[in-house]
Each structure stands twice: as structure tokens, then as C-alpha cells.
């Protein structure tokens, strides 16, 4: 039975060691087999085909897309999520396009308030001047948030300087609680 054995585990050994090596042709040169490499084909464009970059809107519809995309992908929305920070790159270039575009910039700036990075949503909300109603919330939102991180901080000054904007965008309960603890 040992003989069986022993002769077996030297047939499968041999033929294992048999698919792995080659014998050279020439015994003075010794050869290694390595494994095909598989390369994968490429397409270049044909050279008179040039890429059009992407347009402004095409970059803000892919933010919406990216954006609604995260709102089902995460429970709570933060810039370092991947799709958010895709989000906010698509709604930056396409407002990078078309710096005169206020429904860019507005956009980009509710993108900010939303991943929470709210000092770029208030600087925007700042730089558009004028708001809409529905820009106003998303304003006063991020005043208050600020307005309560330098309150925490004992900064008392900043505090209330993003208390007073945020309250010339919109009277809200946050806003007015923060005015008393700053004003």
C-alpha cells in the first residue's frame, strides 16, 4: 500500500512539476516559463476625432445625477463621501464654466450646505448678493451653523456676525436662539 501511495504522490507531483517548468534545448542555458500575460486591447480615437470637453450644463446635469444619487447611497450627507464630493466637482466645474451663471453657483452652494461644509456654502450665499426665498433657508442655515461653531470655539465676534447675515436671509429659531447668546 505504501508503494501506491508513494508512486501516486510522485506521479502527481511530477506532472505538476512538469506544467510549471521547461526543459531547455540546450543545457548550458537555463530558461524560466512564465505566464501569458493577457493585455487587454485599447481603442484610441481616430486621430481626426477630437473629445469635446464637457459643457457647463453638462457638468451641472451630472451633478444632480451624482447628487441623487448620494441622497439614496448615504444616510447622512458628508463632502468626503464619494459620491457627494463627485456632486460637488461636477456643480464646481460646471460653475467654473460659467462663472455669470447664478443657478450654477446656487447650486454649488447648496451642495456645500448640504455635505455640511458650510463656511463654501456661506461664502457663496454671500457672493450672490440678492437670494431667493429658497435660497435664503438654505443661507440662514449655514450662518447658524457657523454662528454656533464660533460660538463653541469662544469666538463671540465671528458668532455674531454670521448671527446678523444670517438673520438679514431669513428669521429662524436657530438664528434668534444664537442672537440671544451673542447680541
Not at 521547461?22 to 486621430?47: R, S
Not at 447650486?107 to 450665499?125: D, E, K, M, N, V
Request: zero cysteines; charged letters at 20%; a negative charge.
Amino acid at each position: 500500500m505504501k508503494k501506491i501511495l508513494t508512486i501516486s504522490l510522485m506521479i502527481l507531483l511530477g506532472s505538476a512539476f512538469a506544467q510549471t517548468t521547461e526543459t531547455p534545448a540546450d543545457p548550458a542555458v537555463e530558461t524560466t516559463q512564465t505566464a501569458p500575460v493577457e493585455v487587454a486591447p485599447t481603442m484610441a480615437p481616430a486621430p481626426d476625432v477630437a473629445v469635446a470637453p464637457a459643457s457647463a450644463e453638462d457638468h451641472y446635469a451630472r451633478a444632480q445625477e451624482l447628487a441623487a444619487q448620494a441622497e439614496v447611497a448615504y444616510p447622512i450627507p458628508f463632502y468626503d463621501r464619494d459620491l457627494w464630493k463627485a456632486a460637488v466637482t461636477e456643480a464646481d466645474a460646471a460653475a467654473t464654466a460659467e462663472p455669470g451663471n447664478r443657478d450654477y453657483m446656487s447650486y454649488l452652494a447648496q451642495l456645500y450646505t448640504t455635505t455640511q461644509w458650510w463656511i463654501s456654502g456661506y461664502r457663496i450665499w454671500v457672493a450672490l448678493g440678492e437670494l431667493t426665498d429658497e435660497e435664503k433657508v438654505w443661507a440662514a442655515e449655514t450662518a447658524a451653523k457657523l454662528a454656533y461653531m464660533r460660538l463653541q470655539q469662544n469666538d463671540r465676534v465671528q458668532a455674531r456676525a454670521y448671527v446678523e447675515q444670517g438673520l438679514k436671509w431669513q428669521e429662524t429659531d436657530s438664528l434668534r436662539a444664537l442672537a440671544k447668546r451673542v447680541m
